[in-house]
């Protein structure tokens, strides 16, 4: 019981520091929200823009309030469960939240779908054939596209798929079709980095005595033996990296909204930061941050669920495997 | 976590198992194989580095002059044809490599620098409230938004790839903290550190003389692997109009000016883009040699 | 002048077009037969896309991009012809006092809103008091409306505005459609329900009914709609049925599009298509320069090197600006004022703009500017180094920005350039923390220059106080060229090129009338049959 109440203290802790560390970066920006959504000099000139009052409109948003009176409204404000509303556009923030999330959720579910049967085939392909072309290829695959830069490889696919072949939209949010090539994408990212940690796990879990030995004297065939004990053992360090991926899927794909003209939590926040749109910013570092301290926590779960061992673990073991302190 | 910018890392998951023993692999190359591909790597990358400070010597044009025909695909002058407004592409891609890769460089050595400190000190007691509080600052930092951190670095200090990879190598440190923590944690096992440790040696003693030797291996490699990701962060940062301003000819930059002209000269978004991808497979084919190869 | 017979020559071949269409009674449209690309055609879905077209409320949208589309929601008071005149819509007859302090408008009254409100002169104090109340929130629409004192409504077909100031710029700022009517209801929601969408009723001749987000919405044409502007073809509904309003993603991928025929009207082309589109059988782009001013760079004549008169004239002198058209934009146009050659106000003063680099160089040298060690010239502790900023949507600029970087260099002089979030960049400029900025404001009136160039110089000033109080327009002209005239002597402005509207079409479809902000009017537009 202490366990959990540890952990959870731990983890209202992790989402205060973010919220602090963001509030105060915050105020290094230049300019104000305020600043950002009057115009620019394509619009009002430049004379106009110099002349404006933009008091009355600070005091509005409470941007006229000081730094450790608005940080506290904040916190207030947090621990009601009301994350304000935008300093751009007045609109609540959760309302703004509330339309983002959808299309992140949607890219990353489809891109998950995509990735772990993938990660998975390209990790046996590179472990279990007699073919040393196969296991080679296989095995070089995933590092080299990880090596890509994901903007330039998504506008490598636009070009090839939907300029040249016209196959595929090259972006929008909407339609069904505007979702393949993105997920395409980020699919083959999540499956060339599941796969190199598989890989490399299920090659330490084959030179083990236990697969080399022991289970073929049994009697159990090479494909058996990779899936019941190999697996298994190699299934740690993924759903290590399982984690992390559904945290950067749901935290923040913007070079993929922006290449692709998603809207979406990452692009929200861009704009957002952009614009010094505090509010929202903030909304969003607390909703992120919670999504991360829960995953931290479902990843551990995990971890017990696989190996009755680890719940009971020395602090070495923990360390080293773990990413939070177990006590 | 909620990184923008930088894959995931794969620290646990590369992390060889120092207390149990040394991994087994399926048969591969032999070691002196492996040795021989290493050192071919890494002449490569040293080939890179005097290329990156000397860009002058193998280019024929200025990066900056105006001197083609816009539009011009590549040729006998102008070996990776011209951008938009007539520069030679293939000075402009030697010379970004010059940014890509100091810029990454200094990325790196901030997050290995700041990294190991936290880690260190983490290490040295863990479960103490020392590794609590810095625990939960790492985590934190890691749920800050990238785009933020590095937002906000660059205005304090200006716009350009070098402060860019100041802000990436504040969010990459927390990776380096948590493998050197953990590092540092298993080499407090070793008997001799115990033996060190009774024997009244100071802890700066027991990391300088027994854990950074013993240690070294697994964060070389993960250096190696992180380099490549700050290049590809860093010009993550450029693409999206935070990192280098035009007209710098930074592989960021190339690439997004150059989309949108994708219909009409492929080449001044496809080129810098294979550049880019050739330099980080170099430094993960490293990454993987380095680490196996402890 | 060159104005007067182009002008007379449009208004001509207008009302014969008219006339004829009139004559061959084609307001009913034909059906059955494949559709002539010389009558007008009933019915069809117009395809438009645009950067950020996300936004519907007209007050807040000011960009040509957006406002595109939000035409055709709301009306406006009078309309600005393309010839630059004003015209009844909403209001049959206006009057303008002496010193442009007090306008009148009588206004029809046999206008309703898409709702079924009625449309008088309540409807309209409720719409132009709604922006007033939110203040900053809308501050552009506010700049134009001026120092406003009290809006009456005498009767229910009168409608008076009182000013402080004078506001010669008002009668223009009306016809705009960001100080488009919007319905008693639109006028009471709060600044955040106007942006959520859907919620903007006006008497236009479409609707919003479909909002899609970020992808954009689609407008269905209003069948009982009978008030459009004097002098629009079609007297009666649209003849459009629907507009289909669609983000762009990327203004390549939109270009392909308009090729390939999956779109029809496209706003933002960029430089490369823009040529393309100039030699193609299929797809028109105009040709006419924004209204507005010519582009270039406004200095800050409070930083140092800057603040002297020889020294900017030199930077003028250097830049070549043909040279600049040549590398960067085929089809934009020499600038031949401070004004875009467009703008109603423009007069030619191309002989104040040349190239003379070695002039420039001997004006330097002889204000003391010596090249210092890394070839930036110097003098007592001040260097010739300067930073251009701007925001995100003169990023397109950038190459011929870089052109003129590289002509500087040559003379000594150091240009660095960048674009700025919207924050930053105002931020900087309330603080005067620049040396140039971006010159593109897009009002066919004379008060571009206002807000450009005031407070640069005390004799300026007191020129565009005498414009904003003059209603006529010819003595308005004069005063425009005698400030413009200063402004290039002075060279507080570095003109470029005037920037050819980028917007392209299809054959296939037929634009005949425009306002003189460039704007198609969508009620006159038809689609071939397909």
């Given amino acids: 019981m202490s366990v959990v109440a540890t952990r959870l203290a731990h983890a209202v802790a992790v989402v205060f520091a973010a919220y602090s560390v963001s509030f105060f970066l915050l105020f290094v920006l230049p300019g104000d929200a305020v600043l950002a959504r009057i115009g620019t000099t394509d619009t009002i000139g430049q004379a106009d823009i110099s002349d404006l009052n933009l008091d009355a409109l600070r005091t509005e948003v409470g941007l006229n309030d000081s730094l450790w009176r608005q940080y506290f409204d904040g916190i207030t404000g947090l621990l009601h469960g009301d994350l304000g509303r935008s300093l751009v556009n007045d609109r609540p923030v959760t309302e703004l939240l509330g339309e983002a999330l959808p299309n992140t959720l949607a890219l990353a579910g489809l891109s998950l779908v995509v990735s772990v049967p993938l990660g998975l085939l390209i990790a046996v392909l590179a472990v279990n054939p007699r073919s040393r072309a196969i296991r080679s290829l296989a095995s070089l695959a995933p590092s080299a596209y990880v090596s890509l830069p994901v903007f330039w490889i998504g506008i490598l696919f636009i070009y090839v798929f939907s300029i040249t072949l016209g196959w595929f939209p090259s972006g929008g949010s909407q339609s069904a079709s505007a979702l393949v090539l993105p997920t395409a994408v980020l699919g083959l990212l999540g499956a060339a980095q599941f796969a190199q940690v598989l890989i490399s796990g299920l090659r330490t879990e084959i030179g083990t005595t236990y697969a080399a030995v022991t289970a073929p004297a049994k009697g159990a065939g090479r494909f058996y033996t990779l899936v019941r004990h190999c697996l298994r053992n190699a299934a740690f360090p993924f759903l290590a990296v399982f984690g992390l991926r559904v945290g950067m899927l749901l935290g923040g794909t913007v070079v993929i909204e922006v290449v692709f003209s998603r809207s979406g939590i990452g692009r929200l926040m861009v704009d957002s930061v952009k614009s010094v749109d505090l509010t929202v910013v903030l909304g969003l570092v607390v909703v992120l941050a919670l999504v991360f301290v829960v995953i931290n926590a479902l990843v551990d779960i995990g971890y017990a669920l696989l190996d009755p061992r680890l719940r009971r673990q020395s602090a070495v073991e923990g360390a080293a495997q773990n990413q939070e302190i177990s006590s | 976590m909620t990184d923008t910018l930088l894959p995931p890392r794969l620290l646990d998951a590369e992390l060889p198992d120092i207390a149990t023993g040394a991994p087994l692999d399926e048969p591969r190359p032999r070691p002196r194989r492996r040795l021989k591909e290493l050192h071919v790597h890494l002449t490569l990358f040293a080939a890179l580095i005097f290329i990156g400070l000397f860009p002058s010597l193998i280019t024929r044009h200025d990066p900056f002059d105006l001197d083609g025909r816009p539009f011009t695909s590549p040729n006998g002058t102008y070996w990776f044809g011209t951008d938009e407004i007539g520069r030679d592409l293939f000075s402009r891609v030697v010379h970004g490599l010059q940014i890509s890769l100091f810029s990454g460089a200094l990325a790196v050595v901030v997050a290995l620098v700041l990294g190991s400190i936290v880690g260190i000190l983490s290490g040295l007691r863990p479960g103490g409230w020392l590794d609590r509080i810095l625990g939960i600052g790492t985590e934190a930092v890691m749920a800050v938004p990238s785009v933020l951190l590095a937002l906000a670095v660059i205005t304090t200090y200006g716009r ?17 903290a948590r493998l050197v923590r953990g590092v540092v944690i298993q080499a407090g096992t070793f008997t001799f550190v115990e033996a060190a440790r009774t024997c009244g040696a100071k802890p700066w003693r027991i990391v300088t003389r027994h854990i950074v030797p013993n240690a070294y291996g697994p964060v070389l490699a993960y250096t190696a692997l992180n380099f490549g990701l700050a290049m590809l962060a860093i010009g993550s940062l450029s693409y999206l109009g935070f990192g280098e301003a035009p007209p710098s000819p930074e592989w960021g930059v190339l690439i997004s000016g150059g989309q949108k002209y994708l219909a009409h000269a492929w080449w001044v978004a496809i080129i810098p883009g294979v550049a880019l991808t050739a330099v980080v497979v170099l430094l993960n084919r490293i990454a993987y040699l380095l680490q196996e190869d402890h | 002048m060159k104005r007067q017979p182009r002008r007379a020559a449009r208004a001509f071949a207008a009302s014969l077009v008219s006339a004829t269409l009139l004559l061959s009674g084609c307001a009913g449209g034909d059906s059955g037969s494949g559709g002539s690309s010389d009558t007008p055609v009933e019915g069809g879905v117009l395809k438009y896309r645009s950067t950020n077209v996300q936004g519907t409320d007209p007050a807040f949208n000011t960009g040509y991009g957006p406002v595109v589309p939000l035409r055709g929601i709301v009306d406006s008071l009078v309309f600005n012809a393309y010839d630059g005149s004003f015209e009844p819509w909403l209001a049959t007859k206006w009057t303008v006092n002496d010193d442009a302090t007090k306008y009148v408008f009588t206004l029809r009254d046999d206008v309703t809103f898409s709702d079924g409100e009625k449309f008088d002169a309540d409807a309209v104090k409720k719409s132009f008091e709604a922006l007033r109340a939110q203040g900053a929130k809308y501050a552009v629409v506010n700049s134009w409306i001026g120092d406003l004192d009290k809006i009456t409504a005498p009767d229910a077909t009168t409608v008076e505005f009182d000013f402080n100031s004078p506001n010669s710029s008002f009668l223009q700022a009306v016809s705009t459609t960001s100080l488009g009517i919007v319905s008693p209801k639109t006028s009471a929601l709060s600044f955040d329900q106007r942006q959520k969408g859907d919620t903007i009723i006006g008497s236009g001749a479409f609707v919003i009914s479909d909002y899609r987000g970020d992808e954009g919405y689609q407008l269905t044409r ?15 509904p649209a003849r459009v049925e629907k507009i289909e309003v669609y983000t762009t993603p990327d203004n390549s991928i939109a270009a392909s599009e308009l090729r390939s025929g999956d779109l029809d009207l496209l706003h933002n082309t960029e430089p490369a298509d823009k040529t393309d589109f100039a030699a193609s059988d299929d797809i028109t782009i105009r040709r006419e320069p924004l209204p507005g001013s010519a582009l270039g760079f406004i200095t800050n004549v409070d930083v140092p090197g800057l603040d002297d008169v020889n020294v900017r004239k030199a930077l003028a002198l250097a830049t070549d600006r043909q040279a600049v058209l040549e590398r960067a934009s085929t089809i934009d146009v020499a600038p031949t004022g401070v004004l875009a050659a467009s703008n109603p106000y423009w007069t030619d003063l191309s002989d104040l703009i040349k190239t003379d680099v070695d002039e420039a160089t001997k004006l330097l040298d002889d204000a003391g500017w010596k090249p210092g060690k890394d070839g930036v010239r110097e003098k007592g502790g001040d260097r010739l ?16 920005i870089a052109v003129v970087q590289a002509q500087w260099k040559k003379i000594g002089v150091e240009l660095k350039f960048r674009s700025l979030t919207p924050a930053e960049l105002n931020q900087r400029l309330q603080a005067g ?16 220059l206002r807000s450009g160039y005031s407070g640069l110089d005390p004799e300026l000033d007191a020129i565009f106080k005498q414009i904003l109080a003059e209603p006529d327009f ?33 054959n296939t479809t037929h634009l005949p009338t425009f306002e003189a902000s460039h704007l198609p009017w969508l009620g006159d537009v038809w689609l071939d049959k397909s």
């Fill in chain 2, 160 to 176: 350009g790839a070098y402060v860019a990879a100041i802000a990436i190598g504040i969010g990459e440190a927390t990776g380096f």
């Fill in chain 3, 222 to 236: 209003r069948d009982d709609y009978a008030w459009p502007p004097a002098s629009a073809e079609n007297q009666g």
């Fill in chain 3, 385 to 400: 180094s300067f930073e251009l900023v701007y925001g995100a949507s003169t990023v397109s600029h950038e190459p011929n």
């Fill in chain 3, 433 to 448: 923390d620049y040396a140039f900025t971006w010159g593109s404001g897009t009002r066919p009136d004379a008060d571009v």
């Fill in chain 3, 474 to 506: 010819d003595a308005r002209k004069k005063l425009v060229t005698e400030a413009s005239t200063r402004i290039l002597e002075q060279a507080y402005y570095v003109p470029l090129y005037d920037f050819i509207q980028p917007l392209a079409f299809r």
